[in-house]
């Protein structure tokens, strides 16, 4: 059953099933704007603008322990086998096609946007942080979707920083500072607050360190719906996939935005005009600016 999003001309800004969303056009319109200010940011603070392939090698994802930490996200990308060929281009019905027709995968679909950057830059040695701004269409398989909360694909903002360990802290914490002061401005009561889901395997000494100190913060909308992240992966990358910074595994840390789950939060915030939340994400822009800057 379709879910309707709110619209202001008679007509649903959005609409979603079996967690795939269709946006209409005033919902395009604020998720493009929202696109610009998350970029924006990004490239006031020296960001690099990238884009990466689609889709991910399962082998390079294995590097990143992918199947041991998220094995229930992936989704493999195939295509049918020689010897199966004829039979479905002569066969009717409807239906999932057979697993035992597919050919092996050796891609999966990306459930985050940083997964193809460092894998991108396996083997390269840095002598000078880096920041690194992309976008992707991301896809996670769930127990359950619901609206835009919660798709089996989304758009995905992340912004990464490549360095020391002590430029990755003033890369997240900068934006600890911008996402506040942007949902301030919005009216948005966004709660900090760390994440639950696991990054490092779940028995080993990161997995100790992360509890300890977690790498991985979220900002929740009031219905418990996490817009935005803030993520330390410490030198894990770094140490896989052969990226160094000054003759060291590299540091590394991002930002994440969830296009669609901002819609769902200012569509709620503004009961559904969606066109007065264009406007105020425009002035909001500003405002989350000077907030982070102010002293104190």
Not at 100 to 117: E, I, K, N, R
Request: hydrophobic share 40%; charged share 25%.
């Amino acid at each position: 059953m379709p879910d309707p999003g709110n619209g202001t001309t008679g007509r649903a800004a959005w609409s979603v099933s079996d967690g795939l969303a269709t946006l209409d056009e005033p919902a395009v319109l604020l998720s493009r704007s929202l696109d610009a200010v998350f970029t924006g940011w990004g490239l006031a603070g020296g960001a690099v603008r990238r884009s990466y392939p689609p889709l991910l090698d399962v082998g390079a994802l294995r590097s990143l322990d992918y199947f041991r930490n998220f094995p229930h996200l992936g989704g493999a990308v195939t295509r049918l086998r020689e010897d199966r060929l004829g039979h479905h281009a002569q066969a009717g019905g409807a239906g999932p096609l057979p697993a035992a027709d597919l050919a092996d995968a050796a891609l999966l679909l990306p459930s985050a946007a940083c997964y193809a950057c460092f894998l991108d830059l396996s083997g390269v040695r840095l002598t000078e942080p880096l920041t690194i701004t992309t976008a992707a269409t991301c896809f996670r398989n769930e127990d359950h979707y619901d609206g835009l909360r919660r798709l089996r694909g989304f758009t995905m903002r992340e912004i990464v920083c490549v360095g020391s360990t002590e430029d990755v802290h003033a890369h997240v914490e900068r934006y600890h500072g911008l996402i506040a002061g942007f949902g301030a401005a919005l009216g948005l009561s966004l709660d900090r607050a760390p994440a639950t889901d696991p990054f490092f395997e779940k028995d080993g000494a990161r997995s100790l360190m992360q509890r300890l100190s977690p790498v991985k913060e979220e900002y929740l909308h009031r219905d418990g719906t996490a817009l935005a992240s803030a993520n330390h992966h410490r030198n894990f990358f770094g140490e896989r996939r052969g990226l160094t910074y000054r003759g060291s595994p590299a540091f590394t840390g991002c930002v994440a935005f969830g296009l669609e789950r901002w819609l769902h939060a200012l569509d709620d915030r503004f009961e559904g005009d969606l066109r007065a939340a264009d406007r105020a994400v425009r002035q909001a822009a500003d405002e989350a600016v000077r907030r982070a800057e102010a002293p104190g």
